[in-house]
């Protein structure tokens, strides 16, 4: 916690001998000189607002991506037939640029929520499958062959046998889900919503306000550091309290 | 009671077994010998379904309990949920009745890796006794474990299988679990393999 705390300190160490050097506020104003700012829109302005949309994106795209994925995974790496067709499809989709997937998706779609949620799950679906088959390959043999003996149901079985073995997959593709999936959605938004904390910052970067731009993306990625703190390792503390014990 | 009757298993190109055909009767205890590698195992898991890919067929009761080499417990549950998960229709205090036959009731919420090897093995064996098994199938259960252990868990399968008289399959090296747990030894010899003498 300690080495944590200094090393974002440091971070900010960083910040300011930067601002010091470079000595103009329009392009790189000191941290503190956000703070008023800050205020400002947290309390009379919109920051609210649109890190709560931003949010409602994040949750809906990370959702459909996580079961979508974990499905998909499971069937490729339970089944080597069906993983031969689709790995080209996963190779081809893992390699597209998140930026024609937003583009293509507003095209075809238009400019509305749907066609956002949709690019940015279709851009994380592809990582979330390849990382579940790692855990679907190494399922652990005895156990199924114990749960085939003993007749275990296949809901069961899945749940209780297949399930904790993939935690360990589940967080580690939720983790970097969460964090590829709000940058992927202020890009979204950025091209084609008019909210959320990626239409701020265009608007922003259009004013070349950059002390605003700043204080959009800081506000988003504390948000992001409370989802992690506060929901993901609790319930990964959770899912693995049989290994310490 | 089992009825077995294997007419090939072939892995790829080789064949590992052939016409294999034995019964054993309710509450009969049958033990099944032969060099490592010649076959046991896979013979074991043809029996117990988990295999059924073969030529021939094997008839068996539909309560059908097995013992593996490892305790192959789930590591993430409890004790007494590693034995009501697999066992639905079980019930809380059948469970537990099932745990303290096995002498372990005192550790119904840890975890399997809490426990030692010789109360993961209890643990293991008190999930087959459970559900009154109409088989049971032991492949090397006691391998592994110090002379000590070995004996007191062979102690307490015998009052198991004592009590419960399901038809029994076992595989053991050692002639004297043989000798000491069944009514008849069955051998395994030749390439492919297959009975050698029924004694």
């Known amino acids: ?245 | 009671m089992i009825a077995v009757d294997v007419k090939f298993k072939r892995f790829g190109d080789t064949e590992v077994l052939r016409d294999i055909r034995f019964t054993v009767d309710a509450g009969e205890t049958v033990a099944l010998q032969g060099p490592s590698g010649i076959g046991k195992t896979t013979l074991l898991r043809l029996i117990a379904g988990i295999d059924n890919v073969f030529d021939g067929g094997i008839v068996r009761p539909d309560r059908l309990a097995m013992v593996f080499q490892e305790p192959t417990l789930l590591p993430w549950r409890s004790a007494i949920e590693n034995i009501a998960l697999v066992h639905p229709g079980l019930g809380e205090d059948a469970a537990r009745a099932a745990l303290d036959r096995v002498g372990i009731g005192a550790k119904a919420d840890m975890f399997p890796g809490q426990m030692s090897l010789g109360q993961q093995r209890r643990l293991a064996l008190a999930r087959a006794f459970a559900a009154r098994p109409q088989a049971l199938i032991l492949d090397e259960p006691f391998v592994s474990l110090d002379p000590e252990l070995a004996q007191e868990m062979l102690e307490l399968a015998r009052s198991l299988i004592h009590e419960e008289r399901p038809a029994t399959i076992f595989v053991t090296h050692s002639r004297e679990e043989a000798a000491s747990l069944s009514d008849r030894v069955l051998s395994l010899g030749g390439q492919p393999a297959t009975l050698v003498s029924h004694a």
């Not at chain 1, 890190?51 to 490729?76: D, E, K």
């Not at chain 1, 979204?188 to 910052?201: D, K, M, T, Y």
Request: proline residues 5%; hydrophobic residues 60%.
């Open chain 1, 1 to 245: 916690m300690i080495v944590r705390l200094a090393s974002l300190l440091g971070l900010l160490g960083l910040w300011i001998i930067a601002a010091w050097l470079g000595n103009d506020p329009e392009v790189l104003p000191m941290p503190g000189a956000l703070l008023a700012p800050f205020w400002t829109e947290l309390t009379s302005g919109p920051l609210l607002y649109h890190l709560a949309m931003t949010l409602i994106r994040v949750l809906w795209a990370f959702v459909l991506a996580m079961s979508v994925g974990l499905a998909l995974g499971l069937v490729m790496g339970l089944f080597p037939k069906i993983d031969k067709w689709l790995d080209p499809w996963l190779v081809v989709f893992l390699n597209l640029p998140a930026l024609v997937l937003i583009v293509l998706c507003y095209l075809w779609i238009g400019l509305n929520e749907t066609a956002a949620i949709l690019a940015v799950t279709l851009n994380k679906i592809p990582n979330v499958t390849t990382i579940i088959r790692e855990g679907a390959r190494a399922l652990d043999p005895d156990l199924k062959a114990m749960a085939q003996v003993y007749r275990m149901s296949r809901r069961s079985y899945l749940r209780h046998v297949v399930l904790p073995q993939l935690a360990p997959f589940i967080a580690a593709a939720a983790r970097s889900g969460v964090a590829v999936i709000w940058k992927i959605v202020l890009v979204a938004e950025f091209l084609g919503r008019s909210n959320g904390v990626g239409f701020q910052i265009h608007l922003y970067f259009q004013l070349f306000d950059v002390a605003h731009v700043l204080i959009y993306a800081l506000s988003f990625i504390a948000v992001m550091l409370a989802v992690e703190w506060l929901l993901l390792q609790p319930w990964e503390r959770h899912a693995r309290r049989w290994r310490g014990a």
